[in-house]
């Protein structure tokens, strides 16, 4: 209980990271295994990935990025035949440890999935969704401050402008653009510190793609952003820091423009050579 | 260029075939549905009036109405689906959502879905053995609803869940990944997007506890009984065990009496299954997706 306290607090920002040395770094694995039965899908990964940037995940399919991604927020472990070792750091504090409220963990660390996934009720509920869910029970908020976030998350989004005058329509009939916009938004109200995103684009046509990407740019800064993506083009344009995995292994991981031009391994300049253009 | 060719007549010949077939079919399944009802209707018409509906069965039976069976039965299916609607909805809610999905709970599973096939005659020894005698409630409306409870408990469980699992997984993951709890996913996505389904799933399947016979003819039905229940300790009449009785058991009832009973039990079914399909269809129109 204590270390949710912990996290819930550092998420309110006034309490500021836990320490000079965890400050630089948002997640930091440490000797993460991870077996579906007695398949290992993840082996060894030591990662430290740095606040308020976005760095790319890359890899071919199946090499365990969207495991990778299920771990840091702990959904992975619904499934009863998961089985996890080694450490998982968010913010300085270690995401394992006993007395971790999962709520906690997922309130600060959003998750935005392939196929955008709104909940079969209003825009304006969804962005509140929740919100709500943290609120205090007794307190109820007043209509114009639910306005208010409502506003702040789809203008964050870009959004705004699109669906302002019909809040109230349900937002499974939004185009998947807007959809996964939405989705975005509402992680907002919550104020997570990290929003993972696993192929946030995939389902999108190219105009949506670059509308989210250009919104993800937006966040970048206030939040750490993991973001998966297949597309080589949008990890070269749109992160900061690229790491590639392979089967379940980290093989680079490093300063965007430099893993592009100069990769260090052979298999990094494969993958990348083969998969552009 | 366009012409058919000698293939595609063959191809088009066996499709007509296969449609008619099939046709045939459904027309044998729903033929006998048809002949019922017609008979019903034609025979049993004529029994329907005012007074047959709303007053007491006369001269050993022969004559007058079936008010009191018609209040008991009421009074019997509104009991079983106080107790069993909430019963199995919860445990379906616990099995589905809570419980740890492990050999265990699948064994679990497993015997519902067996109990649902367990035969009513075995369940009126239940509810003789249980309610009657163990707990004291003697032949009476609360022991033969009970027994008619736990009869339809399986099917409640099993059409429950299986509205829960339809809810989609993305809702319910979209809910985890903003810190909901089990309970918080549950009672504000799971349920409202169930519970059209959850409804008249159940609706469906208790409506055929009217007809049942067998499970309240040791526990609380009442061969003659010209008055009308005060309490649930008490005996009641109710329509199905009364078909039974007028069609077999008394001598010299009139040709259309037995017709008319069982229309009106026929109807007091279709009218819930109505009842239950327009609400589903009302609160479709209101569902979100
Ligand atoms: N729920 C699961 N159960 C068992 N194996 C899984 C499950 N999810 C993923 N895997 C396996 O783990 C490996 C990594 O999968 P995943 O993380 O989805 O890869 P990626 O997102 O990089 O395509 C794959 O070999 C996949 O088959
Ligand atoms: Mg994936």
């Known amino acids: 209980m ?23 770094h948002a997640i930091h694995t440490r000797d993460l295994n991870l077996w579906y039965g007695d398949f290992q899908a993840l082996y060894d990964i030591n990662l430290d990935i740095k606040q308020g940037i976005i760095t790319s995940l890359i890899g071919p399919s199946g090499c365990g990025k969207t495991t990778f991604l299920r771990s840091i927020n702990r959904i992975n472990e619904r499934l009863g035949y998961v089985r996890i070792q080694g450490a998982v750091e968010v913010y300085g504090h270690d995401i394992f440890a006993p007395g971790v409220e999962i709520a906690q963990v997922r309130k600060q660390i959003g998750m935005v999935f392939q196929r955008p996934n709104p909940l079969p009720i209003s825009i304006r509920d969804n962005v509140l969704f929740g919100f709500n869910l943290h609120g205090e ?35 499974t009939e939004l185009s998947l653009e807007e959809q996964q916009k939405l989705c975005i938004a509402r992680l907002l109200p919550v104020k997570p510190r990290v929003l993972l995103m696993d192929e946030p684009c995939s389902a999108l046509d190219p105009k949506g793609t670059e509308a989210v990407e250009e919104l993800i740019w937006g966040l970048a800064g206030e939040y750490t952003i993991l973001i998966v993506t297949h597309n080589m083009a949008q990890a070269r344009r749109a992160s900061d820091e690229c790491i590639f995995m392979l089967m379940g292994k980290v093989v680079e991981h490093g300063d965007t423009a430099d893993t592009f031009v100069t990769p260090v391994h052979k298999e990094t300049a494969d993958y990348i050579e083969g998969r552009y253009g | 260029m366009f012409a058919a060719t000698h293939l595609n007549v063959q191809n088009m010949r066996r499709q007509s075939l296969v449609q008619i077939l099939f046709m045939l079919m459904t027309a044998i399944l729903i033929l006998p549905v048809l002949i019922i009802l017609a008979t019903l209707i034609y025979k049993g018409g004529p029994a329907i009036s005012f007074e047959f509906l709303f007053s007491d069965p006369r001269d050993g039976m022969t004559a007058g109405g079936i008010f009191p069976a018609l209040v008991g039965t009421v009074w019997l299916v509104a009991v079983a689906l106080l107790v069993s609607v ?118 469906l ?41 007028v069609s077999t058991q008394v001598p010299g009832v009139p040709d259309e009496m037995p017709y008319g009973v069982a229309l009106v039990l026929i109807g007091m079914v279709l009218a819930m299954n109505s009842v239950s399909i327009a609400f589903r269809m009302y609160l479709r129109g209101k569902k979100k997706w």
């Open chain 1, 2 to 24: 204590e270390q949710a306290q912990a996290i819930a607090e550092t998420g309110n920002g006034a309490a500021g990271a836990a320490s000079a040395q965890t400050a630089a």
């Open chain 1, 137 to 171: 029970v007794r307190r109820r908020l007043h209509r114009s401050e639910q306005d208010e976030i409502v506003e702040g998350a789809l203008r964050q989004v870009l959004l705004w402008d699109a669906v302002k005058d019909h809040l109230d329509r349900k937002a």
């Open chain 2, 205 to 245: 399947e208790v409506s055929r506890t009217t007809g049942e016979t067998a499970p309240i003819m040791f526990t609380g039905a009442a061969f003659f009984l010209p008055f009308l229940p005060e309490s649930v300790f008490d005996q009641t009449m109710a329509l199905s065990l009364h078909l039974f009785v």
């Open chain 2, 86 to 203: 909430p019963l199995g909805v919860a445990a379906a809610i616990y099995l589905s959502e809570f419980a740890p999905q492990n050999w265990f709970t699948r064994i679990i599973n497993l015997a519902i879905i067996n109990l649902a096939g367990v035969p009513s005659i075995v369940h009126a020894l239940f509810g003789v053995g249980a309610f009657v005698l163990f707990f004291g409630f003697g032949t009476s409306i609360l022991a033969a609803a009970l027994t008619l409870a736990i009869m339809t408990l399986p099917v409640v469980i099993v059409a429950t869940r299986e509205s829960l699992q339809a809810v989609p997984l993305a809702f319910r993951e979209a809910c985890w990944n903003m810190g909901a709890t089990r309970w918080q996913t549950i009672h504000r996505v799971v349920l409202p997007n169930a519970v059209s389904g959850i409804l008249t799933g159940v609706i």
